[in-house]
């Protein structure tokens, strides 16, 4: 207790100013700060060295051997995650999360030494504990917590994990089942299975039970919290609210969605908690609630004991770091529907409108190359209130997609006139809109439909106090007046019938109507963007002329098919020190000055590198994923600050991966040999020799435009030996640095 | 052959047109190649051991420059060198200044060959001068043959020359260690197309009748000879790459 108290006061000392005075309408996202800790810095083989030098002496030979070949792996493992961009260090949430845990481990600072939290940026709900002590928080669980309770209850559930070894047990009982030791010598594959999903099962209620008992109860919280934390689990997979979608968001003055456009009722929600768990890891959420109901015999404790303000700040952050998480993952509706939830409490938000025109501006891209589908999720599979907004995006026409576009883009733009990321998305929907869909001025109304109705029936009125009311003249224009009095069903032509009072947007509009006509009137026909961000050239040869570039964490990996881990740990690490040996070496010799962003340098790195690195790592793998749909990465606007301090707008994504195959079919090259005798020299070769492929990829981004610059892939069958790799990357290099010829 | 010696010059600096990243910048490769191969047959033989043949690894010698044009392609240029021997026998009557005169002879000639081919590598999977290429040579091969053992002592020492044209293809591996060695293995098989009826004789007295057409028998068994010790050879080269 008194702990707790002491961590709330040092907590209110500590972060007023840097938690709590966020400026929410230009939210930055979550970053480290501080020293970067050694489990991201330290070489692979360096934490693996201080692993096995912690085993058991006492322990049999087998098991040192077990022990270490999990230590080998999951070091492996654990540095490539923490590598990955999406791990975070000293942000207000990992600070929050690890006072928390300091509260449930109370005096024992041997336990509190061992232990490392760290957040994780992804929007999955879920934490997990490593075998060498480190926990991982996802936002997306902080995002859904109700209480700083049901947290503690997680983080004790995940402490037990560690100080019971249940990965390193977990991996142990499969190897035995594996070796067929002991009693499992005639065991089936199937019982197997069953077998190791028994044995992780218990360990999971051996946590809850352990977790509730050694350090959840004794500090203090409401016990309830264990049975709150499962009813959120059930839903997790749901969005952090459930509120029923109104297409208020996005429309305005005549611009109104017509209610087609909504399903009558949305699907119920069908998660259980009593679903058939036989293979899976996890009791089902029955099984936990009844074995903690046996435990827990007494109600009370607090909701809140390190700080409640804390928490709510803490997952205000997650959620709005889940709208921007959700568009990295290019899962633009769940982006949208996230910032709807947030926007009921703050609707005029500059950073939650603008995550909704970036994942308005992705769908309509993808739906202007047909793969709308590539990223919207049939709303039949979804659940609950934002099934609706599935449905929507579902049910838009041809046009509509990118009308709702640019009207959201552009009252968007009136509320902030001189925001650059604003202005951005607005050119760019203006060139879909004309472009993509040809739609253009005229196409669209600049009275409401009641002053059009009006209109019309002002002039028939004339008409019928006309000498000619009955005449076949008059007919005619009646039935045209009743055309244009009737256009209610093309709701979307109205969409701009306020912006045709703004000056600037009717002459953007102009503007690029006539680069369209340009564009289609020319010779041959260039590409239809007006610019070309976005767009990629795969040529073979290309010749950028640059000379200043970074290299963004390459990878080397060696794949061994006959093992059993399949990759070969520390020759990958060891091969990947001399590819960087390789960069540098060809890079010199065209003339190419390279630096590096990575987590593992000679000389250290700092939070500043750690965060851009963070942010550059995101921009990389979403923009890989778009392939070669011209979207604009989300994180457009967070990177300007990274590009500028790099020098270098130009990013290189690079790796290398080379397999050794198991020898295949030796019988038949045997065979084939004696048929043909003089195939037997090459025969003998070909079994004696191992078969290797292998495979190197290399990407230059350019960071201000998006464009992929070059993007090479090379696949060969052998060895990655020296020579081949840097006669390799020497021809990327050439490409890089050379002047083009024409 | 002056146009293509001035065509062969002129190319390194026509390729540098094209996109041509070689081996870390490097393009030029000076190389020596030993090819092998089995031959059969006889080699030296006495009258008393007729008949008598074996096999053996022969071997050649060759130099060449390698030129890296383009991408996957580059030029080659060689000589080589090989010695080997043919086996002749005749036994009949020759017209020697309109006497009959009953001759036995056994030729057992040396022929130097020496050869002249430039063609071109096409590398397959990787980027030129490395990995598996296939290799396309167009050959010009001049051979001669020397020493004649005959049983008449005054018939002179005749000495042939032979001209071939050919075609050769061939598969190689090549690799580089230290970024300037390169070694390569290779499959090589030629054709070799005799060149009319061209030969030299240097006699010291005119023949007619058999005795030329034993020449014209000889010179088919040189071509021959050639032509088989030409045909398939395994290759084993060491360059420098600069």
Same mark, same amino acid.
């Given at each position: 207790m008194k702990t707790a108290k002491t961590l709330r006061i040092l907590l209110l000392i500590i972060f007023p100013f840097c938690s709590f005075s966020q400026d929410w309408n230009y939210y930055q996202p979550l970053k480290a700060k501080g020293q970067v800790p050694n489990d991201f810095t330290d070489a692979y083989s360096t934490k693996f060295k201080k692993e096995k030098g912690q085993i058991s002496k006492s322990s049999s030979r087998k098991d040192r051997k077990r022990e270490e070949s999990f230590h080998q792996k999951s070091e492996y493992f654990i540095d490539e995650f923490l590598t990955n961009g999406k791990v975070f260090y000293g942000d207000t949430i990992t600070n929050y999360c690890q006072s928390v845990l300091d509260n449930l481990i109370g005096d024992d600072p041997e336990l509190k030494n061992s232990i490392r939290i760290y957040t994780v940026k992804t929007p999955v709900v879920n934490a997990a504990a490593t075998a060498n002590g480190i926990i991982f928080v996802n936002l997306g669980l902080i995002a859904q917590m109700e209480t700083e309770a049901q947290l503690a209850y997680i983080l004790a559930h995940e402490l037990v994990h560690f100080t019971n070894d249940h990965v390193l047990d977990q991996f142990i009982k499969e190897e035995k089942l594996n070796d067929g030791e002991d009693l499992y010598r005639n065991t089936s594959e199937d019982d197997k299975l069953t077998e190791l999903s028994n044995h992780s099962k218990s360990h999971e209620l051996e946590a809850d039970e352990q977790g509730f008992e050694d350090y959840f109860q004794k500090s203090g919280y409401n016990t309830n919290a264990p049975f709150e934390v499962l009813d959120i689990l059930q839903y997790a997979y749901l969005p952090v609210d459930e509120v029923p979608f109104t297409t208020n968001l996005f429309e305005h003055g005549n611009y109104q969605i017509p209610g087609v456009y909504k399903l009558e009722e949305v699907a119920s929600i069908k998660a259980v908690d009593d679903y058939d768990d036989e293979n899976s890891s996890h009791p089902n959420l029955l099984k936990r609630r009844k074995k903690l109901g046996r435990l827990i015999d007494q109600k009370g404790g607090k909701n809140y004991i390190i700080s409640e303000s804390l928490f709510k700040h803490c997952r205000k952050i997650a959620r709005f770091e889940l709208s921007r998480l959700h568009l990295v993952n290019r899962d633009y509706v769940e982006s949208i529907y996230n910032s709807f939830l947030l926007l009921r409490d703050d609707p005029e938000n500059r950073y939650l409108r603008l995550s909704v025109a970036k994942a308005l501006h992705g769908l309509t891209v993808y739906e202007s190359e047909s793969d709308l589908y590539d990223v919207l999720q049939n709303y039949e599979d979804i659940e609950g209130e934002s099934q609706n907004l599935y449905y929507l995006f579902d049910q838009l026409g041809e046009g509509e997609l990118s009308v709702l576009n640019l009207s959201y883009v552009y009252s968007l733009k009136k509320d902030f006139p001189e925001d650059e990321a604003i202005d951005k998305l607005y050119k760019r929907a203006l060139e879909l809109l004309v472009f993509e869909n040809e739609l253009v001025l005229d196409d669209f109304y600049s009275v409401s439909l009641d002053s059009m109705q009006s209109q019309a029936q002002g002039q028939k009125d004339s008409i019928q106090e006309n000498h000619r009311a009955n005449s076949k003249v008059a007919k005619i224009k009646n039935k045209e007046l009743d055309f244009q009095a009737g256009d209610a069903d093309n709701y979307w032509k109205y969409a701009f019938v306020e912006f045709f009072q703004d000056d600037q947007f009717v002459e953007d509009m102009e503007d690029m109507e006539e680069d369209f006509e340009e564009n289609e009137n020319s010779g041959n026909k260039k590409? /239809? /963007? /007006? $610019? $070309?961000?976005?767009n990629d050239r795969f040529s073979d040869n290309v010749c950028l002329d640059i000379h200043q570039a970074m290299v963004i964490t390459p990878k080397y990996l060696n794949l061994d098919q006959r093992d059993e881990d399949g990759i070969k740990f520390f020759s990958s690490e060891k091969n990947l020190l001399e590819y960087k040996e390789i960069l540098n070496q060809t890079a010199k010799l065209v003339d190419l000055d390279l630096d590096y962003l990575d987590y593992k340098t000679n000389r250290g790195i700092d939070d500043i590198t750690f965060n851009q690195l963070a942010i550059l790592k995101s921009w990389v793998s979403e923009r890989m994923n778009h392939v070669n749909h011209p979207v604009l990465v989300s994180d457009f606007d967070n990177i300007a600050e990274a590009v500028e301090s790099l020098g270098s707008p130009y990013l290189i994504n690079t790796g290398h991966l080379s397999l050794r195959e198991k020898e295949a079919d030796i019988f038949l090259k045997l065979c084939g040999s004696i048929v043909v005798p003089i195939l037997i020299p090459f025969a003998i070769y070909d079994i004696c020799t191992p078969d290797y492929s292998s495979f190197s990829y290399f990407f230059l981004f350019d960071l201000n435009t998006g464009n992929a610059l070059m993007a090479e892939y090379n696949g060969y069958d052998n060895k990655d030996s020296k020579d081949y790799v840097k006669s390799i990357v020497y021809n990327y290099m050439l490409q890089v640095a050379s002047e083009s010829k024409e | 052959m002056k146009k293509i010696t001035f065509l062969i010059l002129l190319l390194p600096f026509l390729s540098q047109g094209q996109y041509t990243p070689g081996y870390m910048g490097k393009k030029m490769i000076v190389s020596y190649g030993l090819g092998l191969t089995l031959s059969y047959g006889g080699d030296y033989q006495n009258a008393e051991n007729q008949g008598e043949q074996s096999t053996k690894i022969v071997s050649k010698n060759a130099v060449n420059f390698e030129y890296v044009i383009g991408k996957k392609k580059s030029l080659i240029v060689g000589l080589d060198h090989f010695t080997t021997y043919v086996k002749e026998d005749y036994a009949g009557y020759v017209d020697v200044n309109g006497i009959e005169v009953y001759r036995e002879s056994i030729k057992n000639a040396k022929i130097n060959s020496i050869g002249f081919s430039f063609g071109l590598k096409s590398y397959k999977a990787h980027l030129a001068p490395l990995g598996g290429n296939w290799e396309y040579r167009l050959l010009y091969r001049k051979s001669t043959a020397e020493d004649l053992i005959t049983t008449i002592d005054t018939l002179p020492v005749m000495s042939t020359s032979l001209n071939q044209f050919g075609i050769g293809i061939g598969y190689n591996i090549s690799r580089i260690i230290s970024d300037c060695i390169v070694l390569e293995i290779g499959l090589m098989a030629n054709y070799n197309f005799y060149l009319g009826d061209s030969y030299e004789l240097d006699l010291g007295n005119t023949y007619s009748g058999s005795l030329e057409n034993e020449e014209e028998h000889y010179q088919f068994e040189i071509g021959k000879r050639v032509q088989w010790r030409d045909y398939f050879y395994f290759k084993f080269g060491v360059g420098y790459l600069f």
């Open positions: 590409d /239809k /963007k /007006k $610019n $070309n961000e976005g | -």
